[in-house]
T-cell receptor, first 117, second 114 residues
Framework: EADIYQTPRYLVIGTGKKITLECSQT?????MYWYQQDPGMELHLIHY???????EKGDLSSESTVSRIRTEHFPLTLESARPSHTSQYLC????????????????FGEGSRLTVL | KNQVEQSPQSLIILEGKNCTLQ??????????LRWYKQDTGRGPVSLTI?????NTKSNGRYTATLDADTKQSSLHITASQLSDSASYIC?????????????FGRGTQLTVWP
């Protein structure tokens, strides 16, 4: 079972509020990711990190920001939430593909469902 | 354009029956193909990962096949149970970088009725 945790699981907030979605993993994985998923649609990568102090934007443009100060922690922040930000946000982690026999399996958290009114 | 297409979009079967879900991809160069199960409101959970040299892999009642020549994969579920009701997502990784970019399908929504 994956040891990756997201909080909150559900969040309903008003427009203009600042929110932070927390993601922590205890597997010591270097790589961490944030995906956005809408109903019936594929997951879209919005941010990823190769390690501490490394963050990159993903394929889908997002107004959110991330930080990676510690290996185990990868929070996502929205400075001013809007209804268009309503979505499911999934955090994931994986080992480095260069570390021998592993296949870079992706472990997901349970997700944070954000609703902006 | 690298894509992953899954069919059917949704499927309803009776408990105890078998079913097969399809995944076609155009991702190149190919690294591996993964099947995930995602329960409603939860994060995806890995079922199988197959590399180029593997053409079948089982995980309990789940059996995945891969034909790298035709770029097709299938996920066969045997003796379905109510708990199999979920979205099944096909994910293909390329070898374009050390990270390996992932391409996600939209999933097949499976409903198992008693």
């Amino acid at each position: 079972e994956a040891d990756i945790y997201q909080t909150p699981r559900y969040l309903v907030i008003g427009t203009g509020k600042k929110i932070t979605l927390e993601c922590s993993q205890t597997m010591g994985h270097d790589k961490m990711y944030w995906y956005q998923q809408d109903p019936g649609m594929e997951l879209h990568l919005i941010h990823y990190s190769y390690g501490v102090n490394s963050t990159e934007k993903g394929d889908l443009s997002s107004e959110s920001t991330v930080s990676r100060i510690r290996t185990e922690h990868f929070p996502l922040t929205l400075e001013s939430a809007r209804p268009s930000h309503t979505s499911q946000y999934l955090c994931a982690s994986s080992e480095s593909l260069t570390s021998g026999t592993n296949t870079g399996e992706l472990f997901f958290g349970e997700g944070s469902r954000l609703t902006v009114l | 354009k690298n894509q992953v297409e899954q069919s059917p979009q949704s499927l309803i079967i009776l408990e105890g029956k078998n079913c097969t879900l399809q995944c076609n991809y155009t991702v190149s160069p190919f690294s591996n193909l993964r099947w995930y199960k995602q329960d409603t409101g939860r994060g995806p959970v890995s079922l199988t990962i197959m590399t180029f040299s593997e053409n079948t892999k089982s995980n309990g009642r789940y059996t995945a096949t891969l034909d790298a020549d035709t770029k097709q994969s299938s996920l066969h579920i045997t003796a379905s149970q109510l708990s199999d009701s979920a979205s099944y997502i096909c994910v293909v990784s390329d070898r374009g970088s050390t990270l390996g970019r992932l391409y996600f399908g939209r999933g097949t929504q499976l409903t198992v009725w008693p």
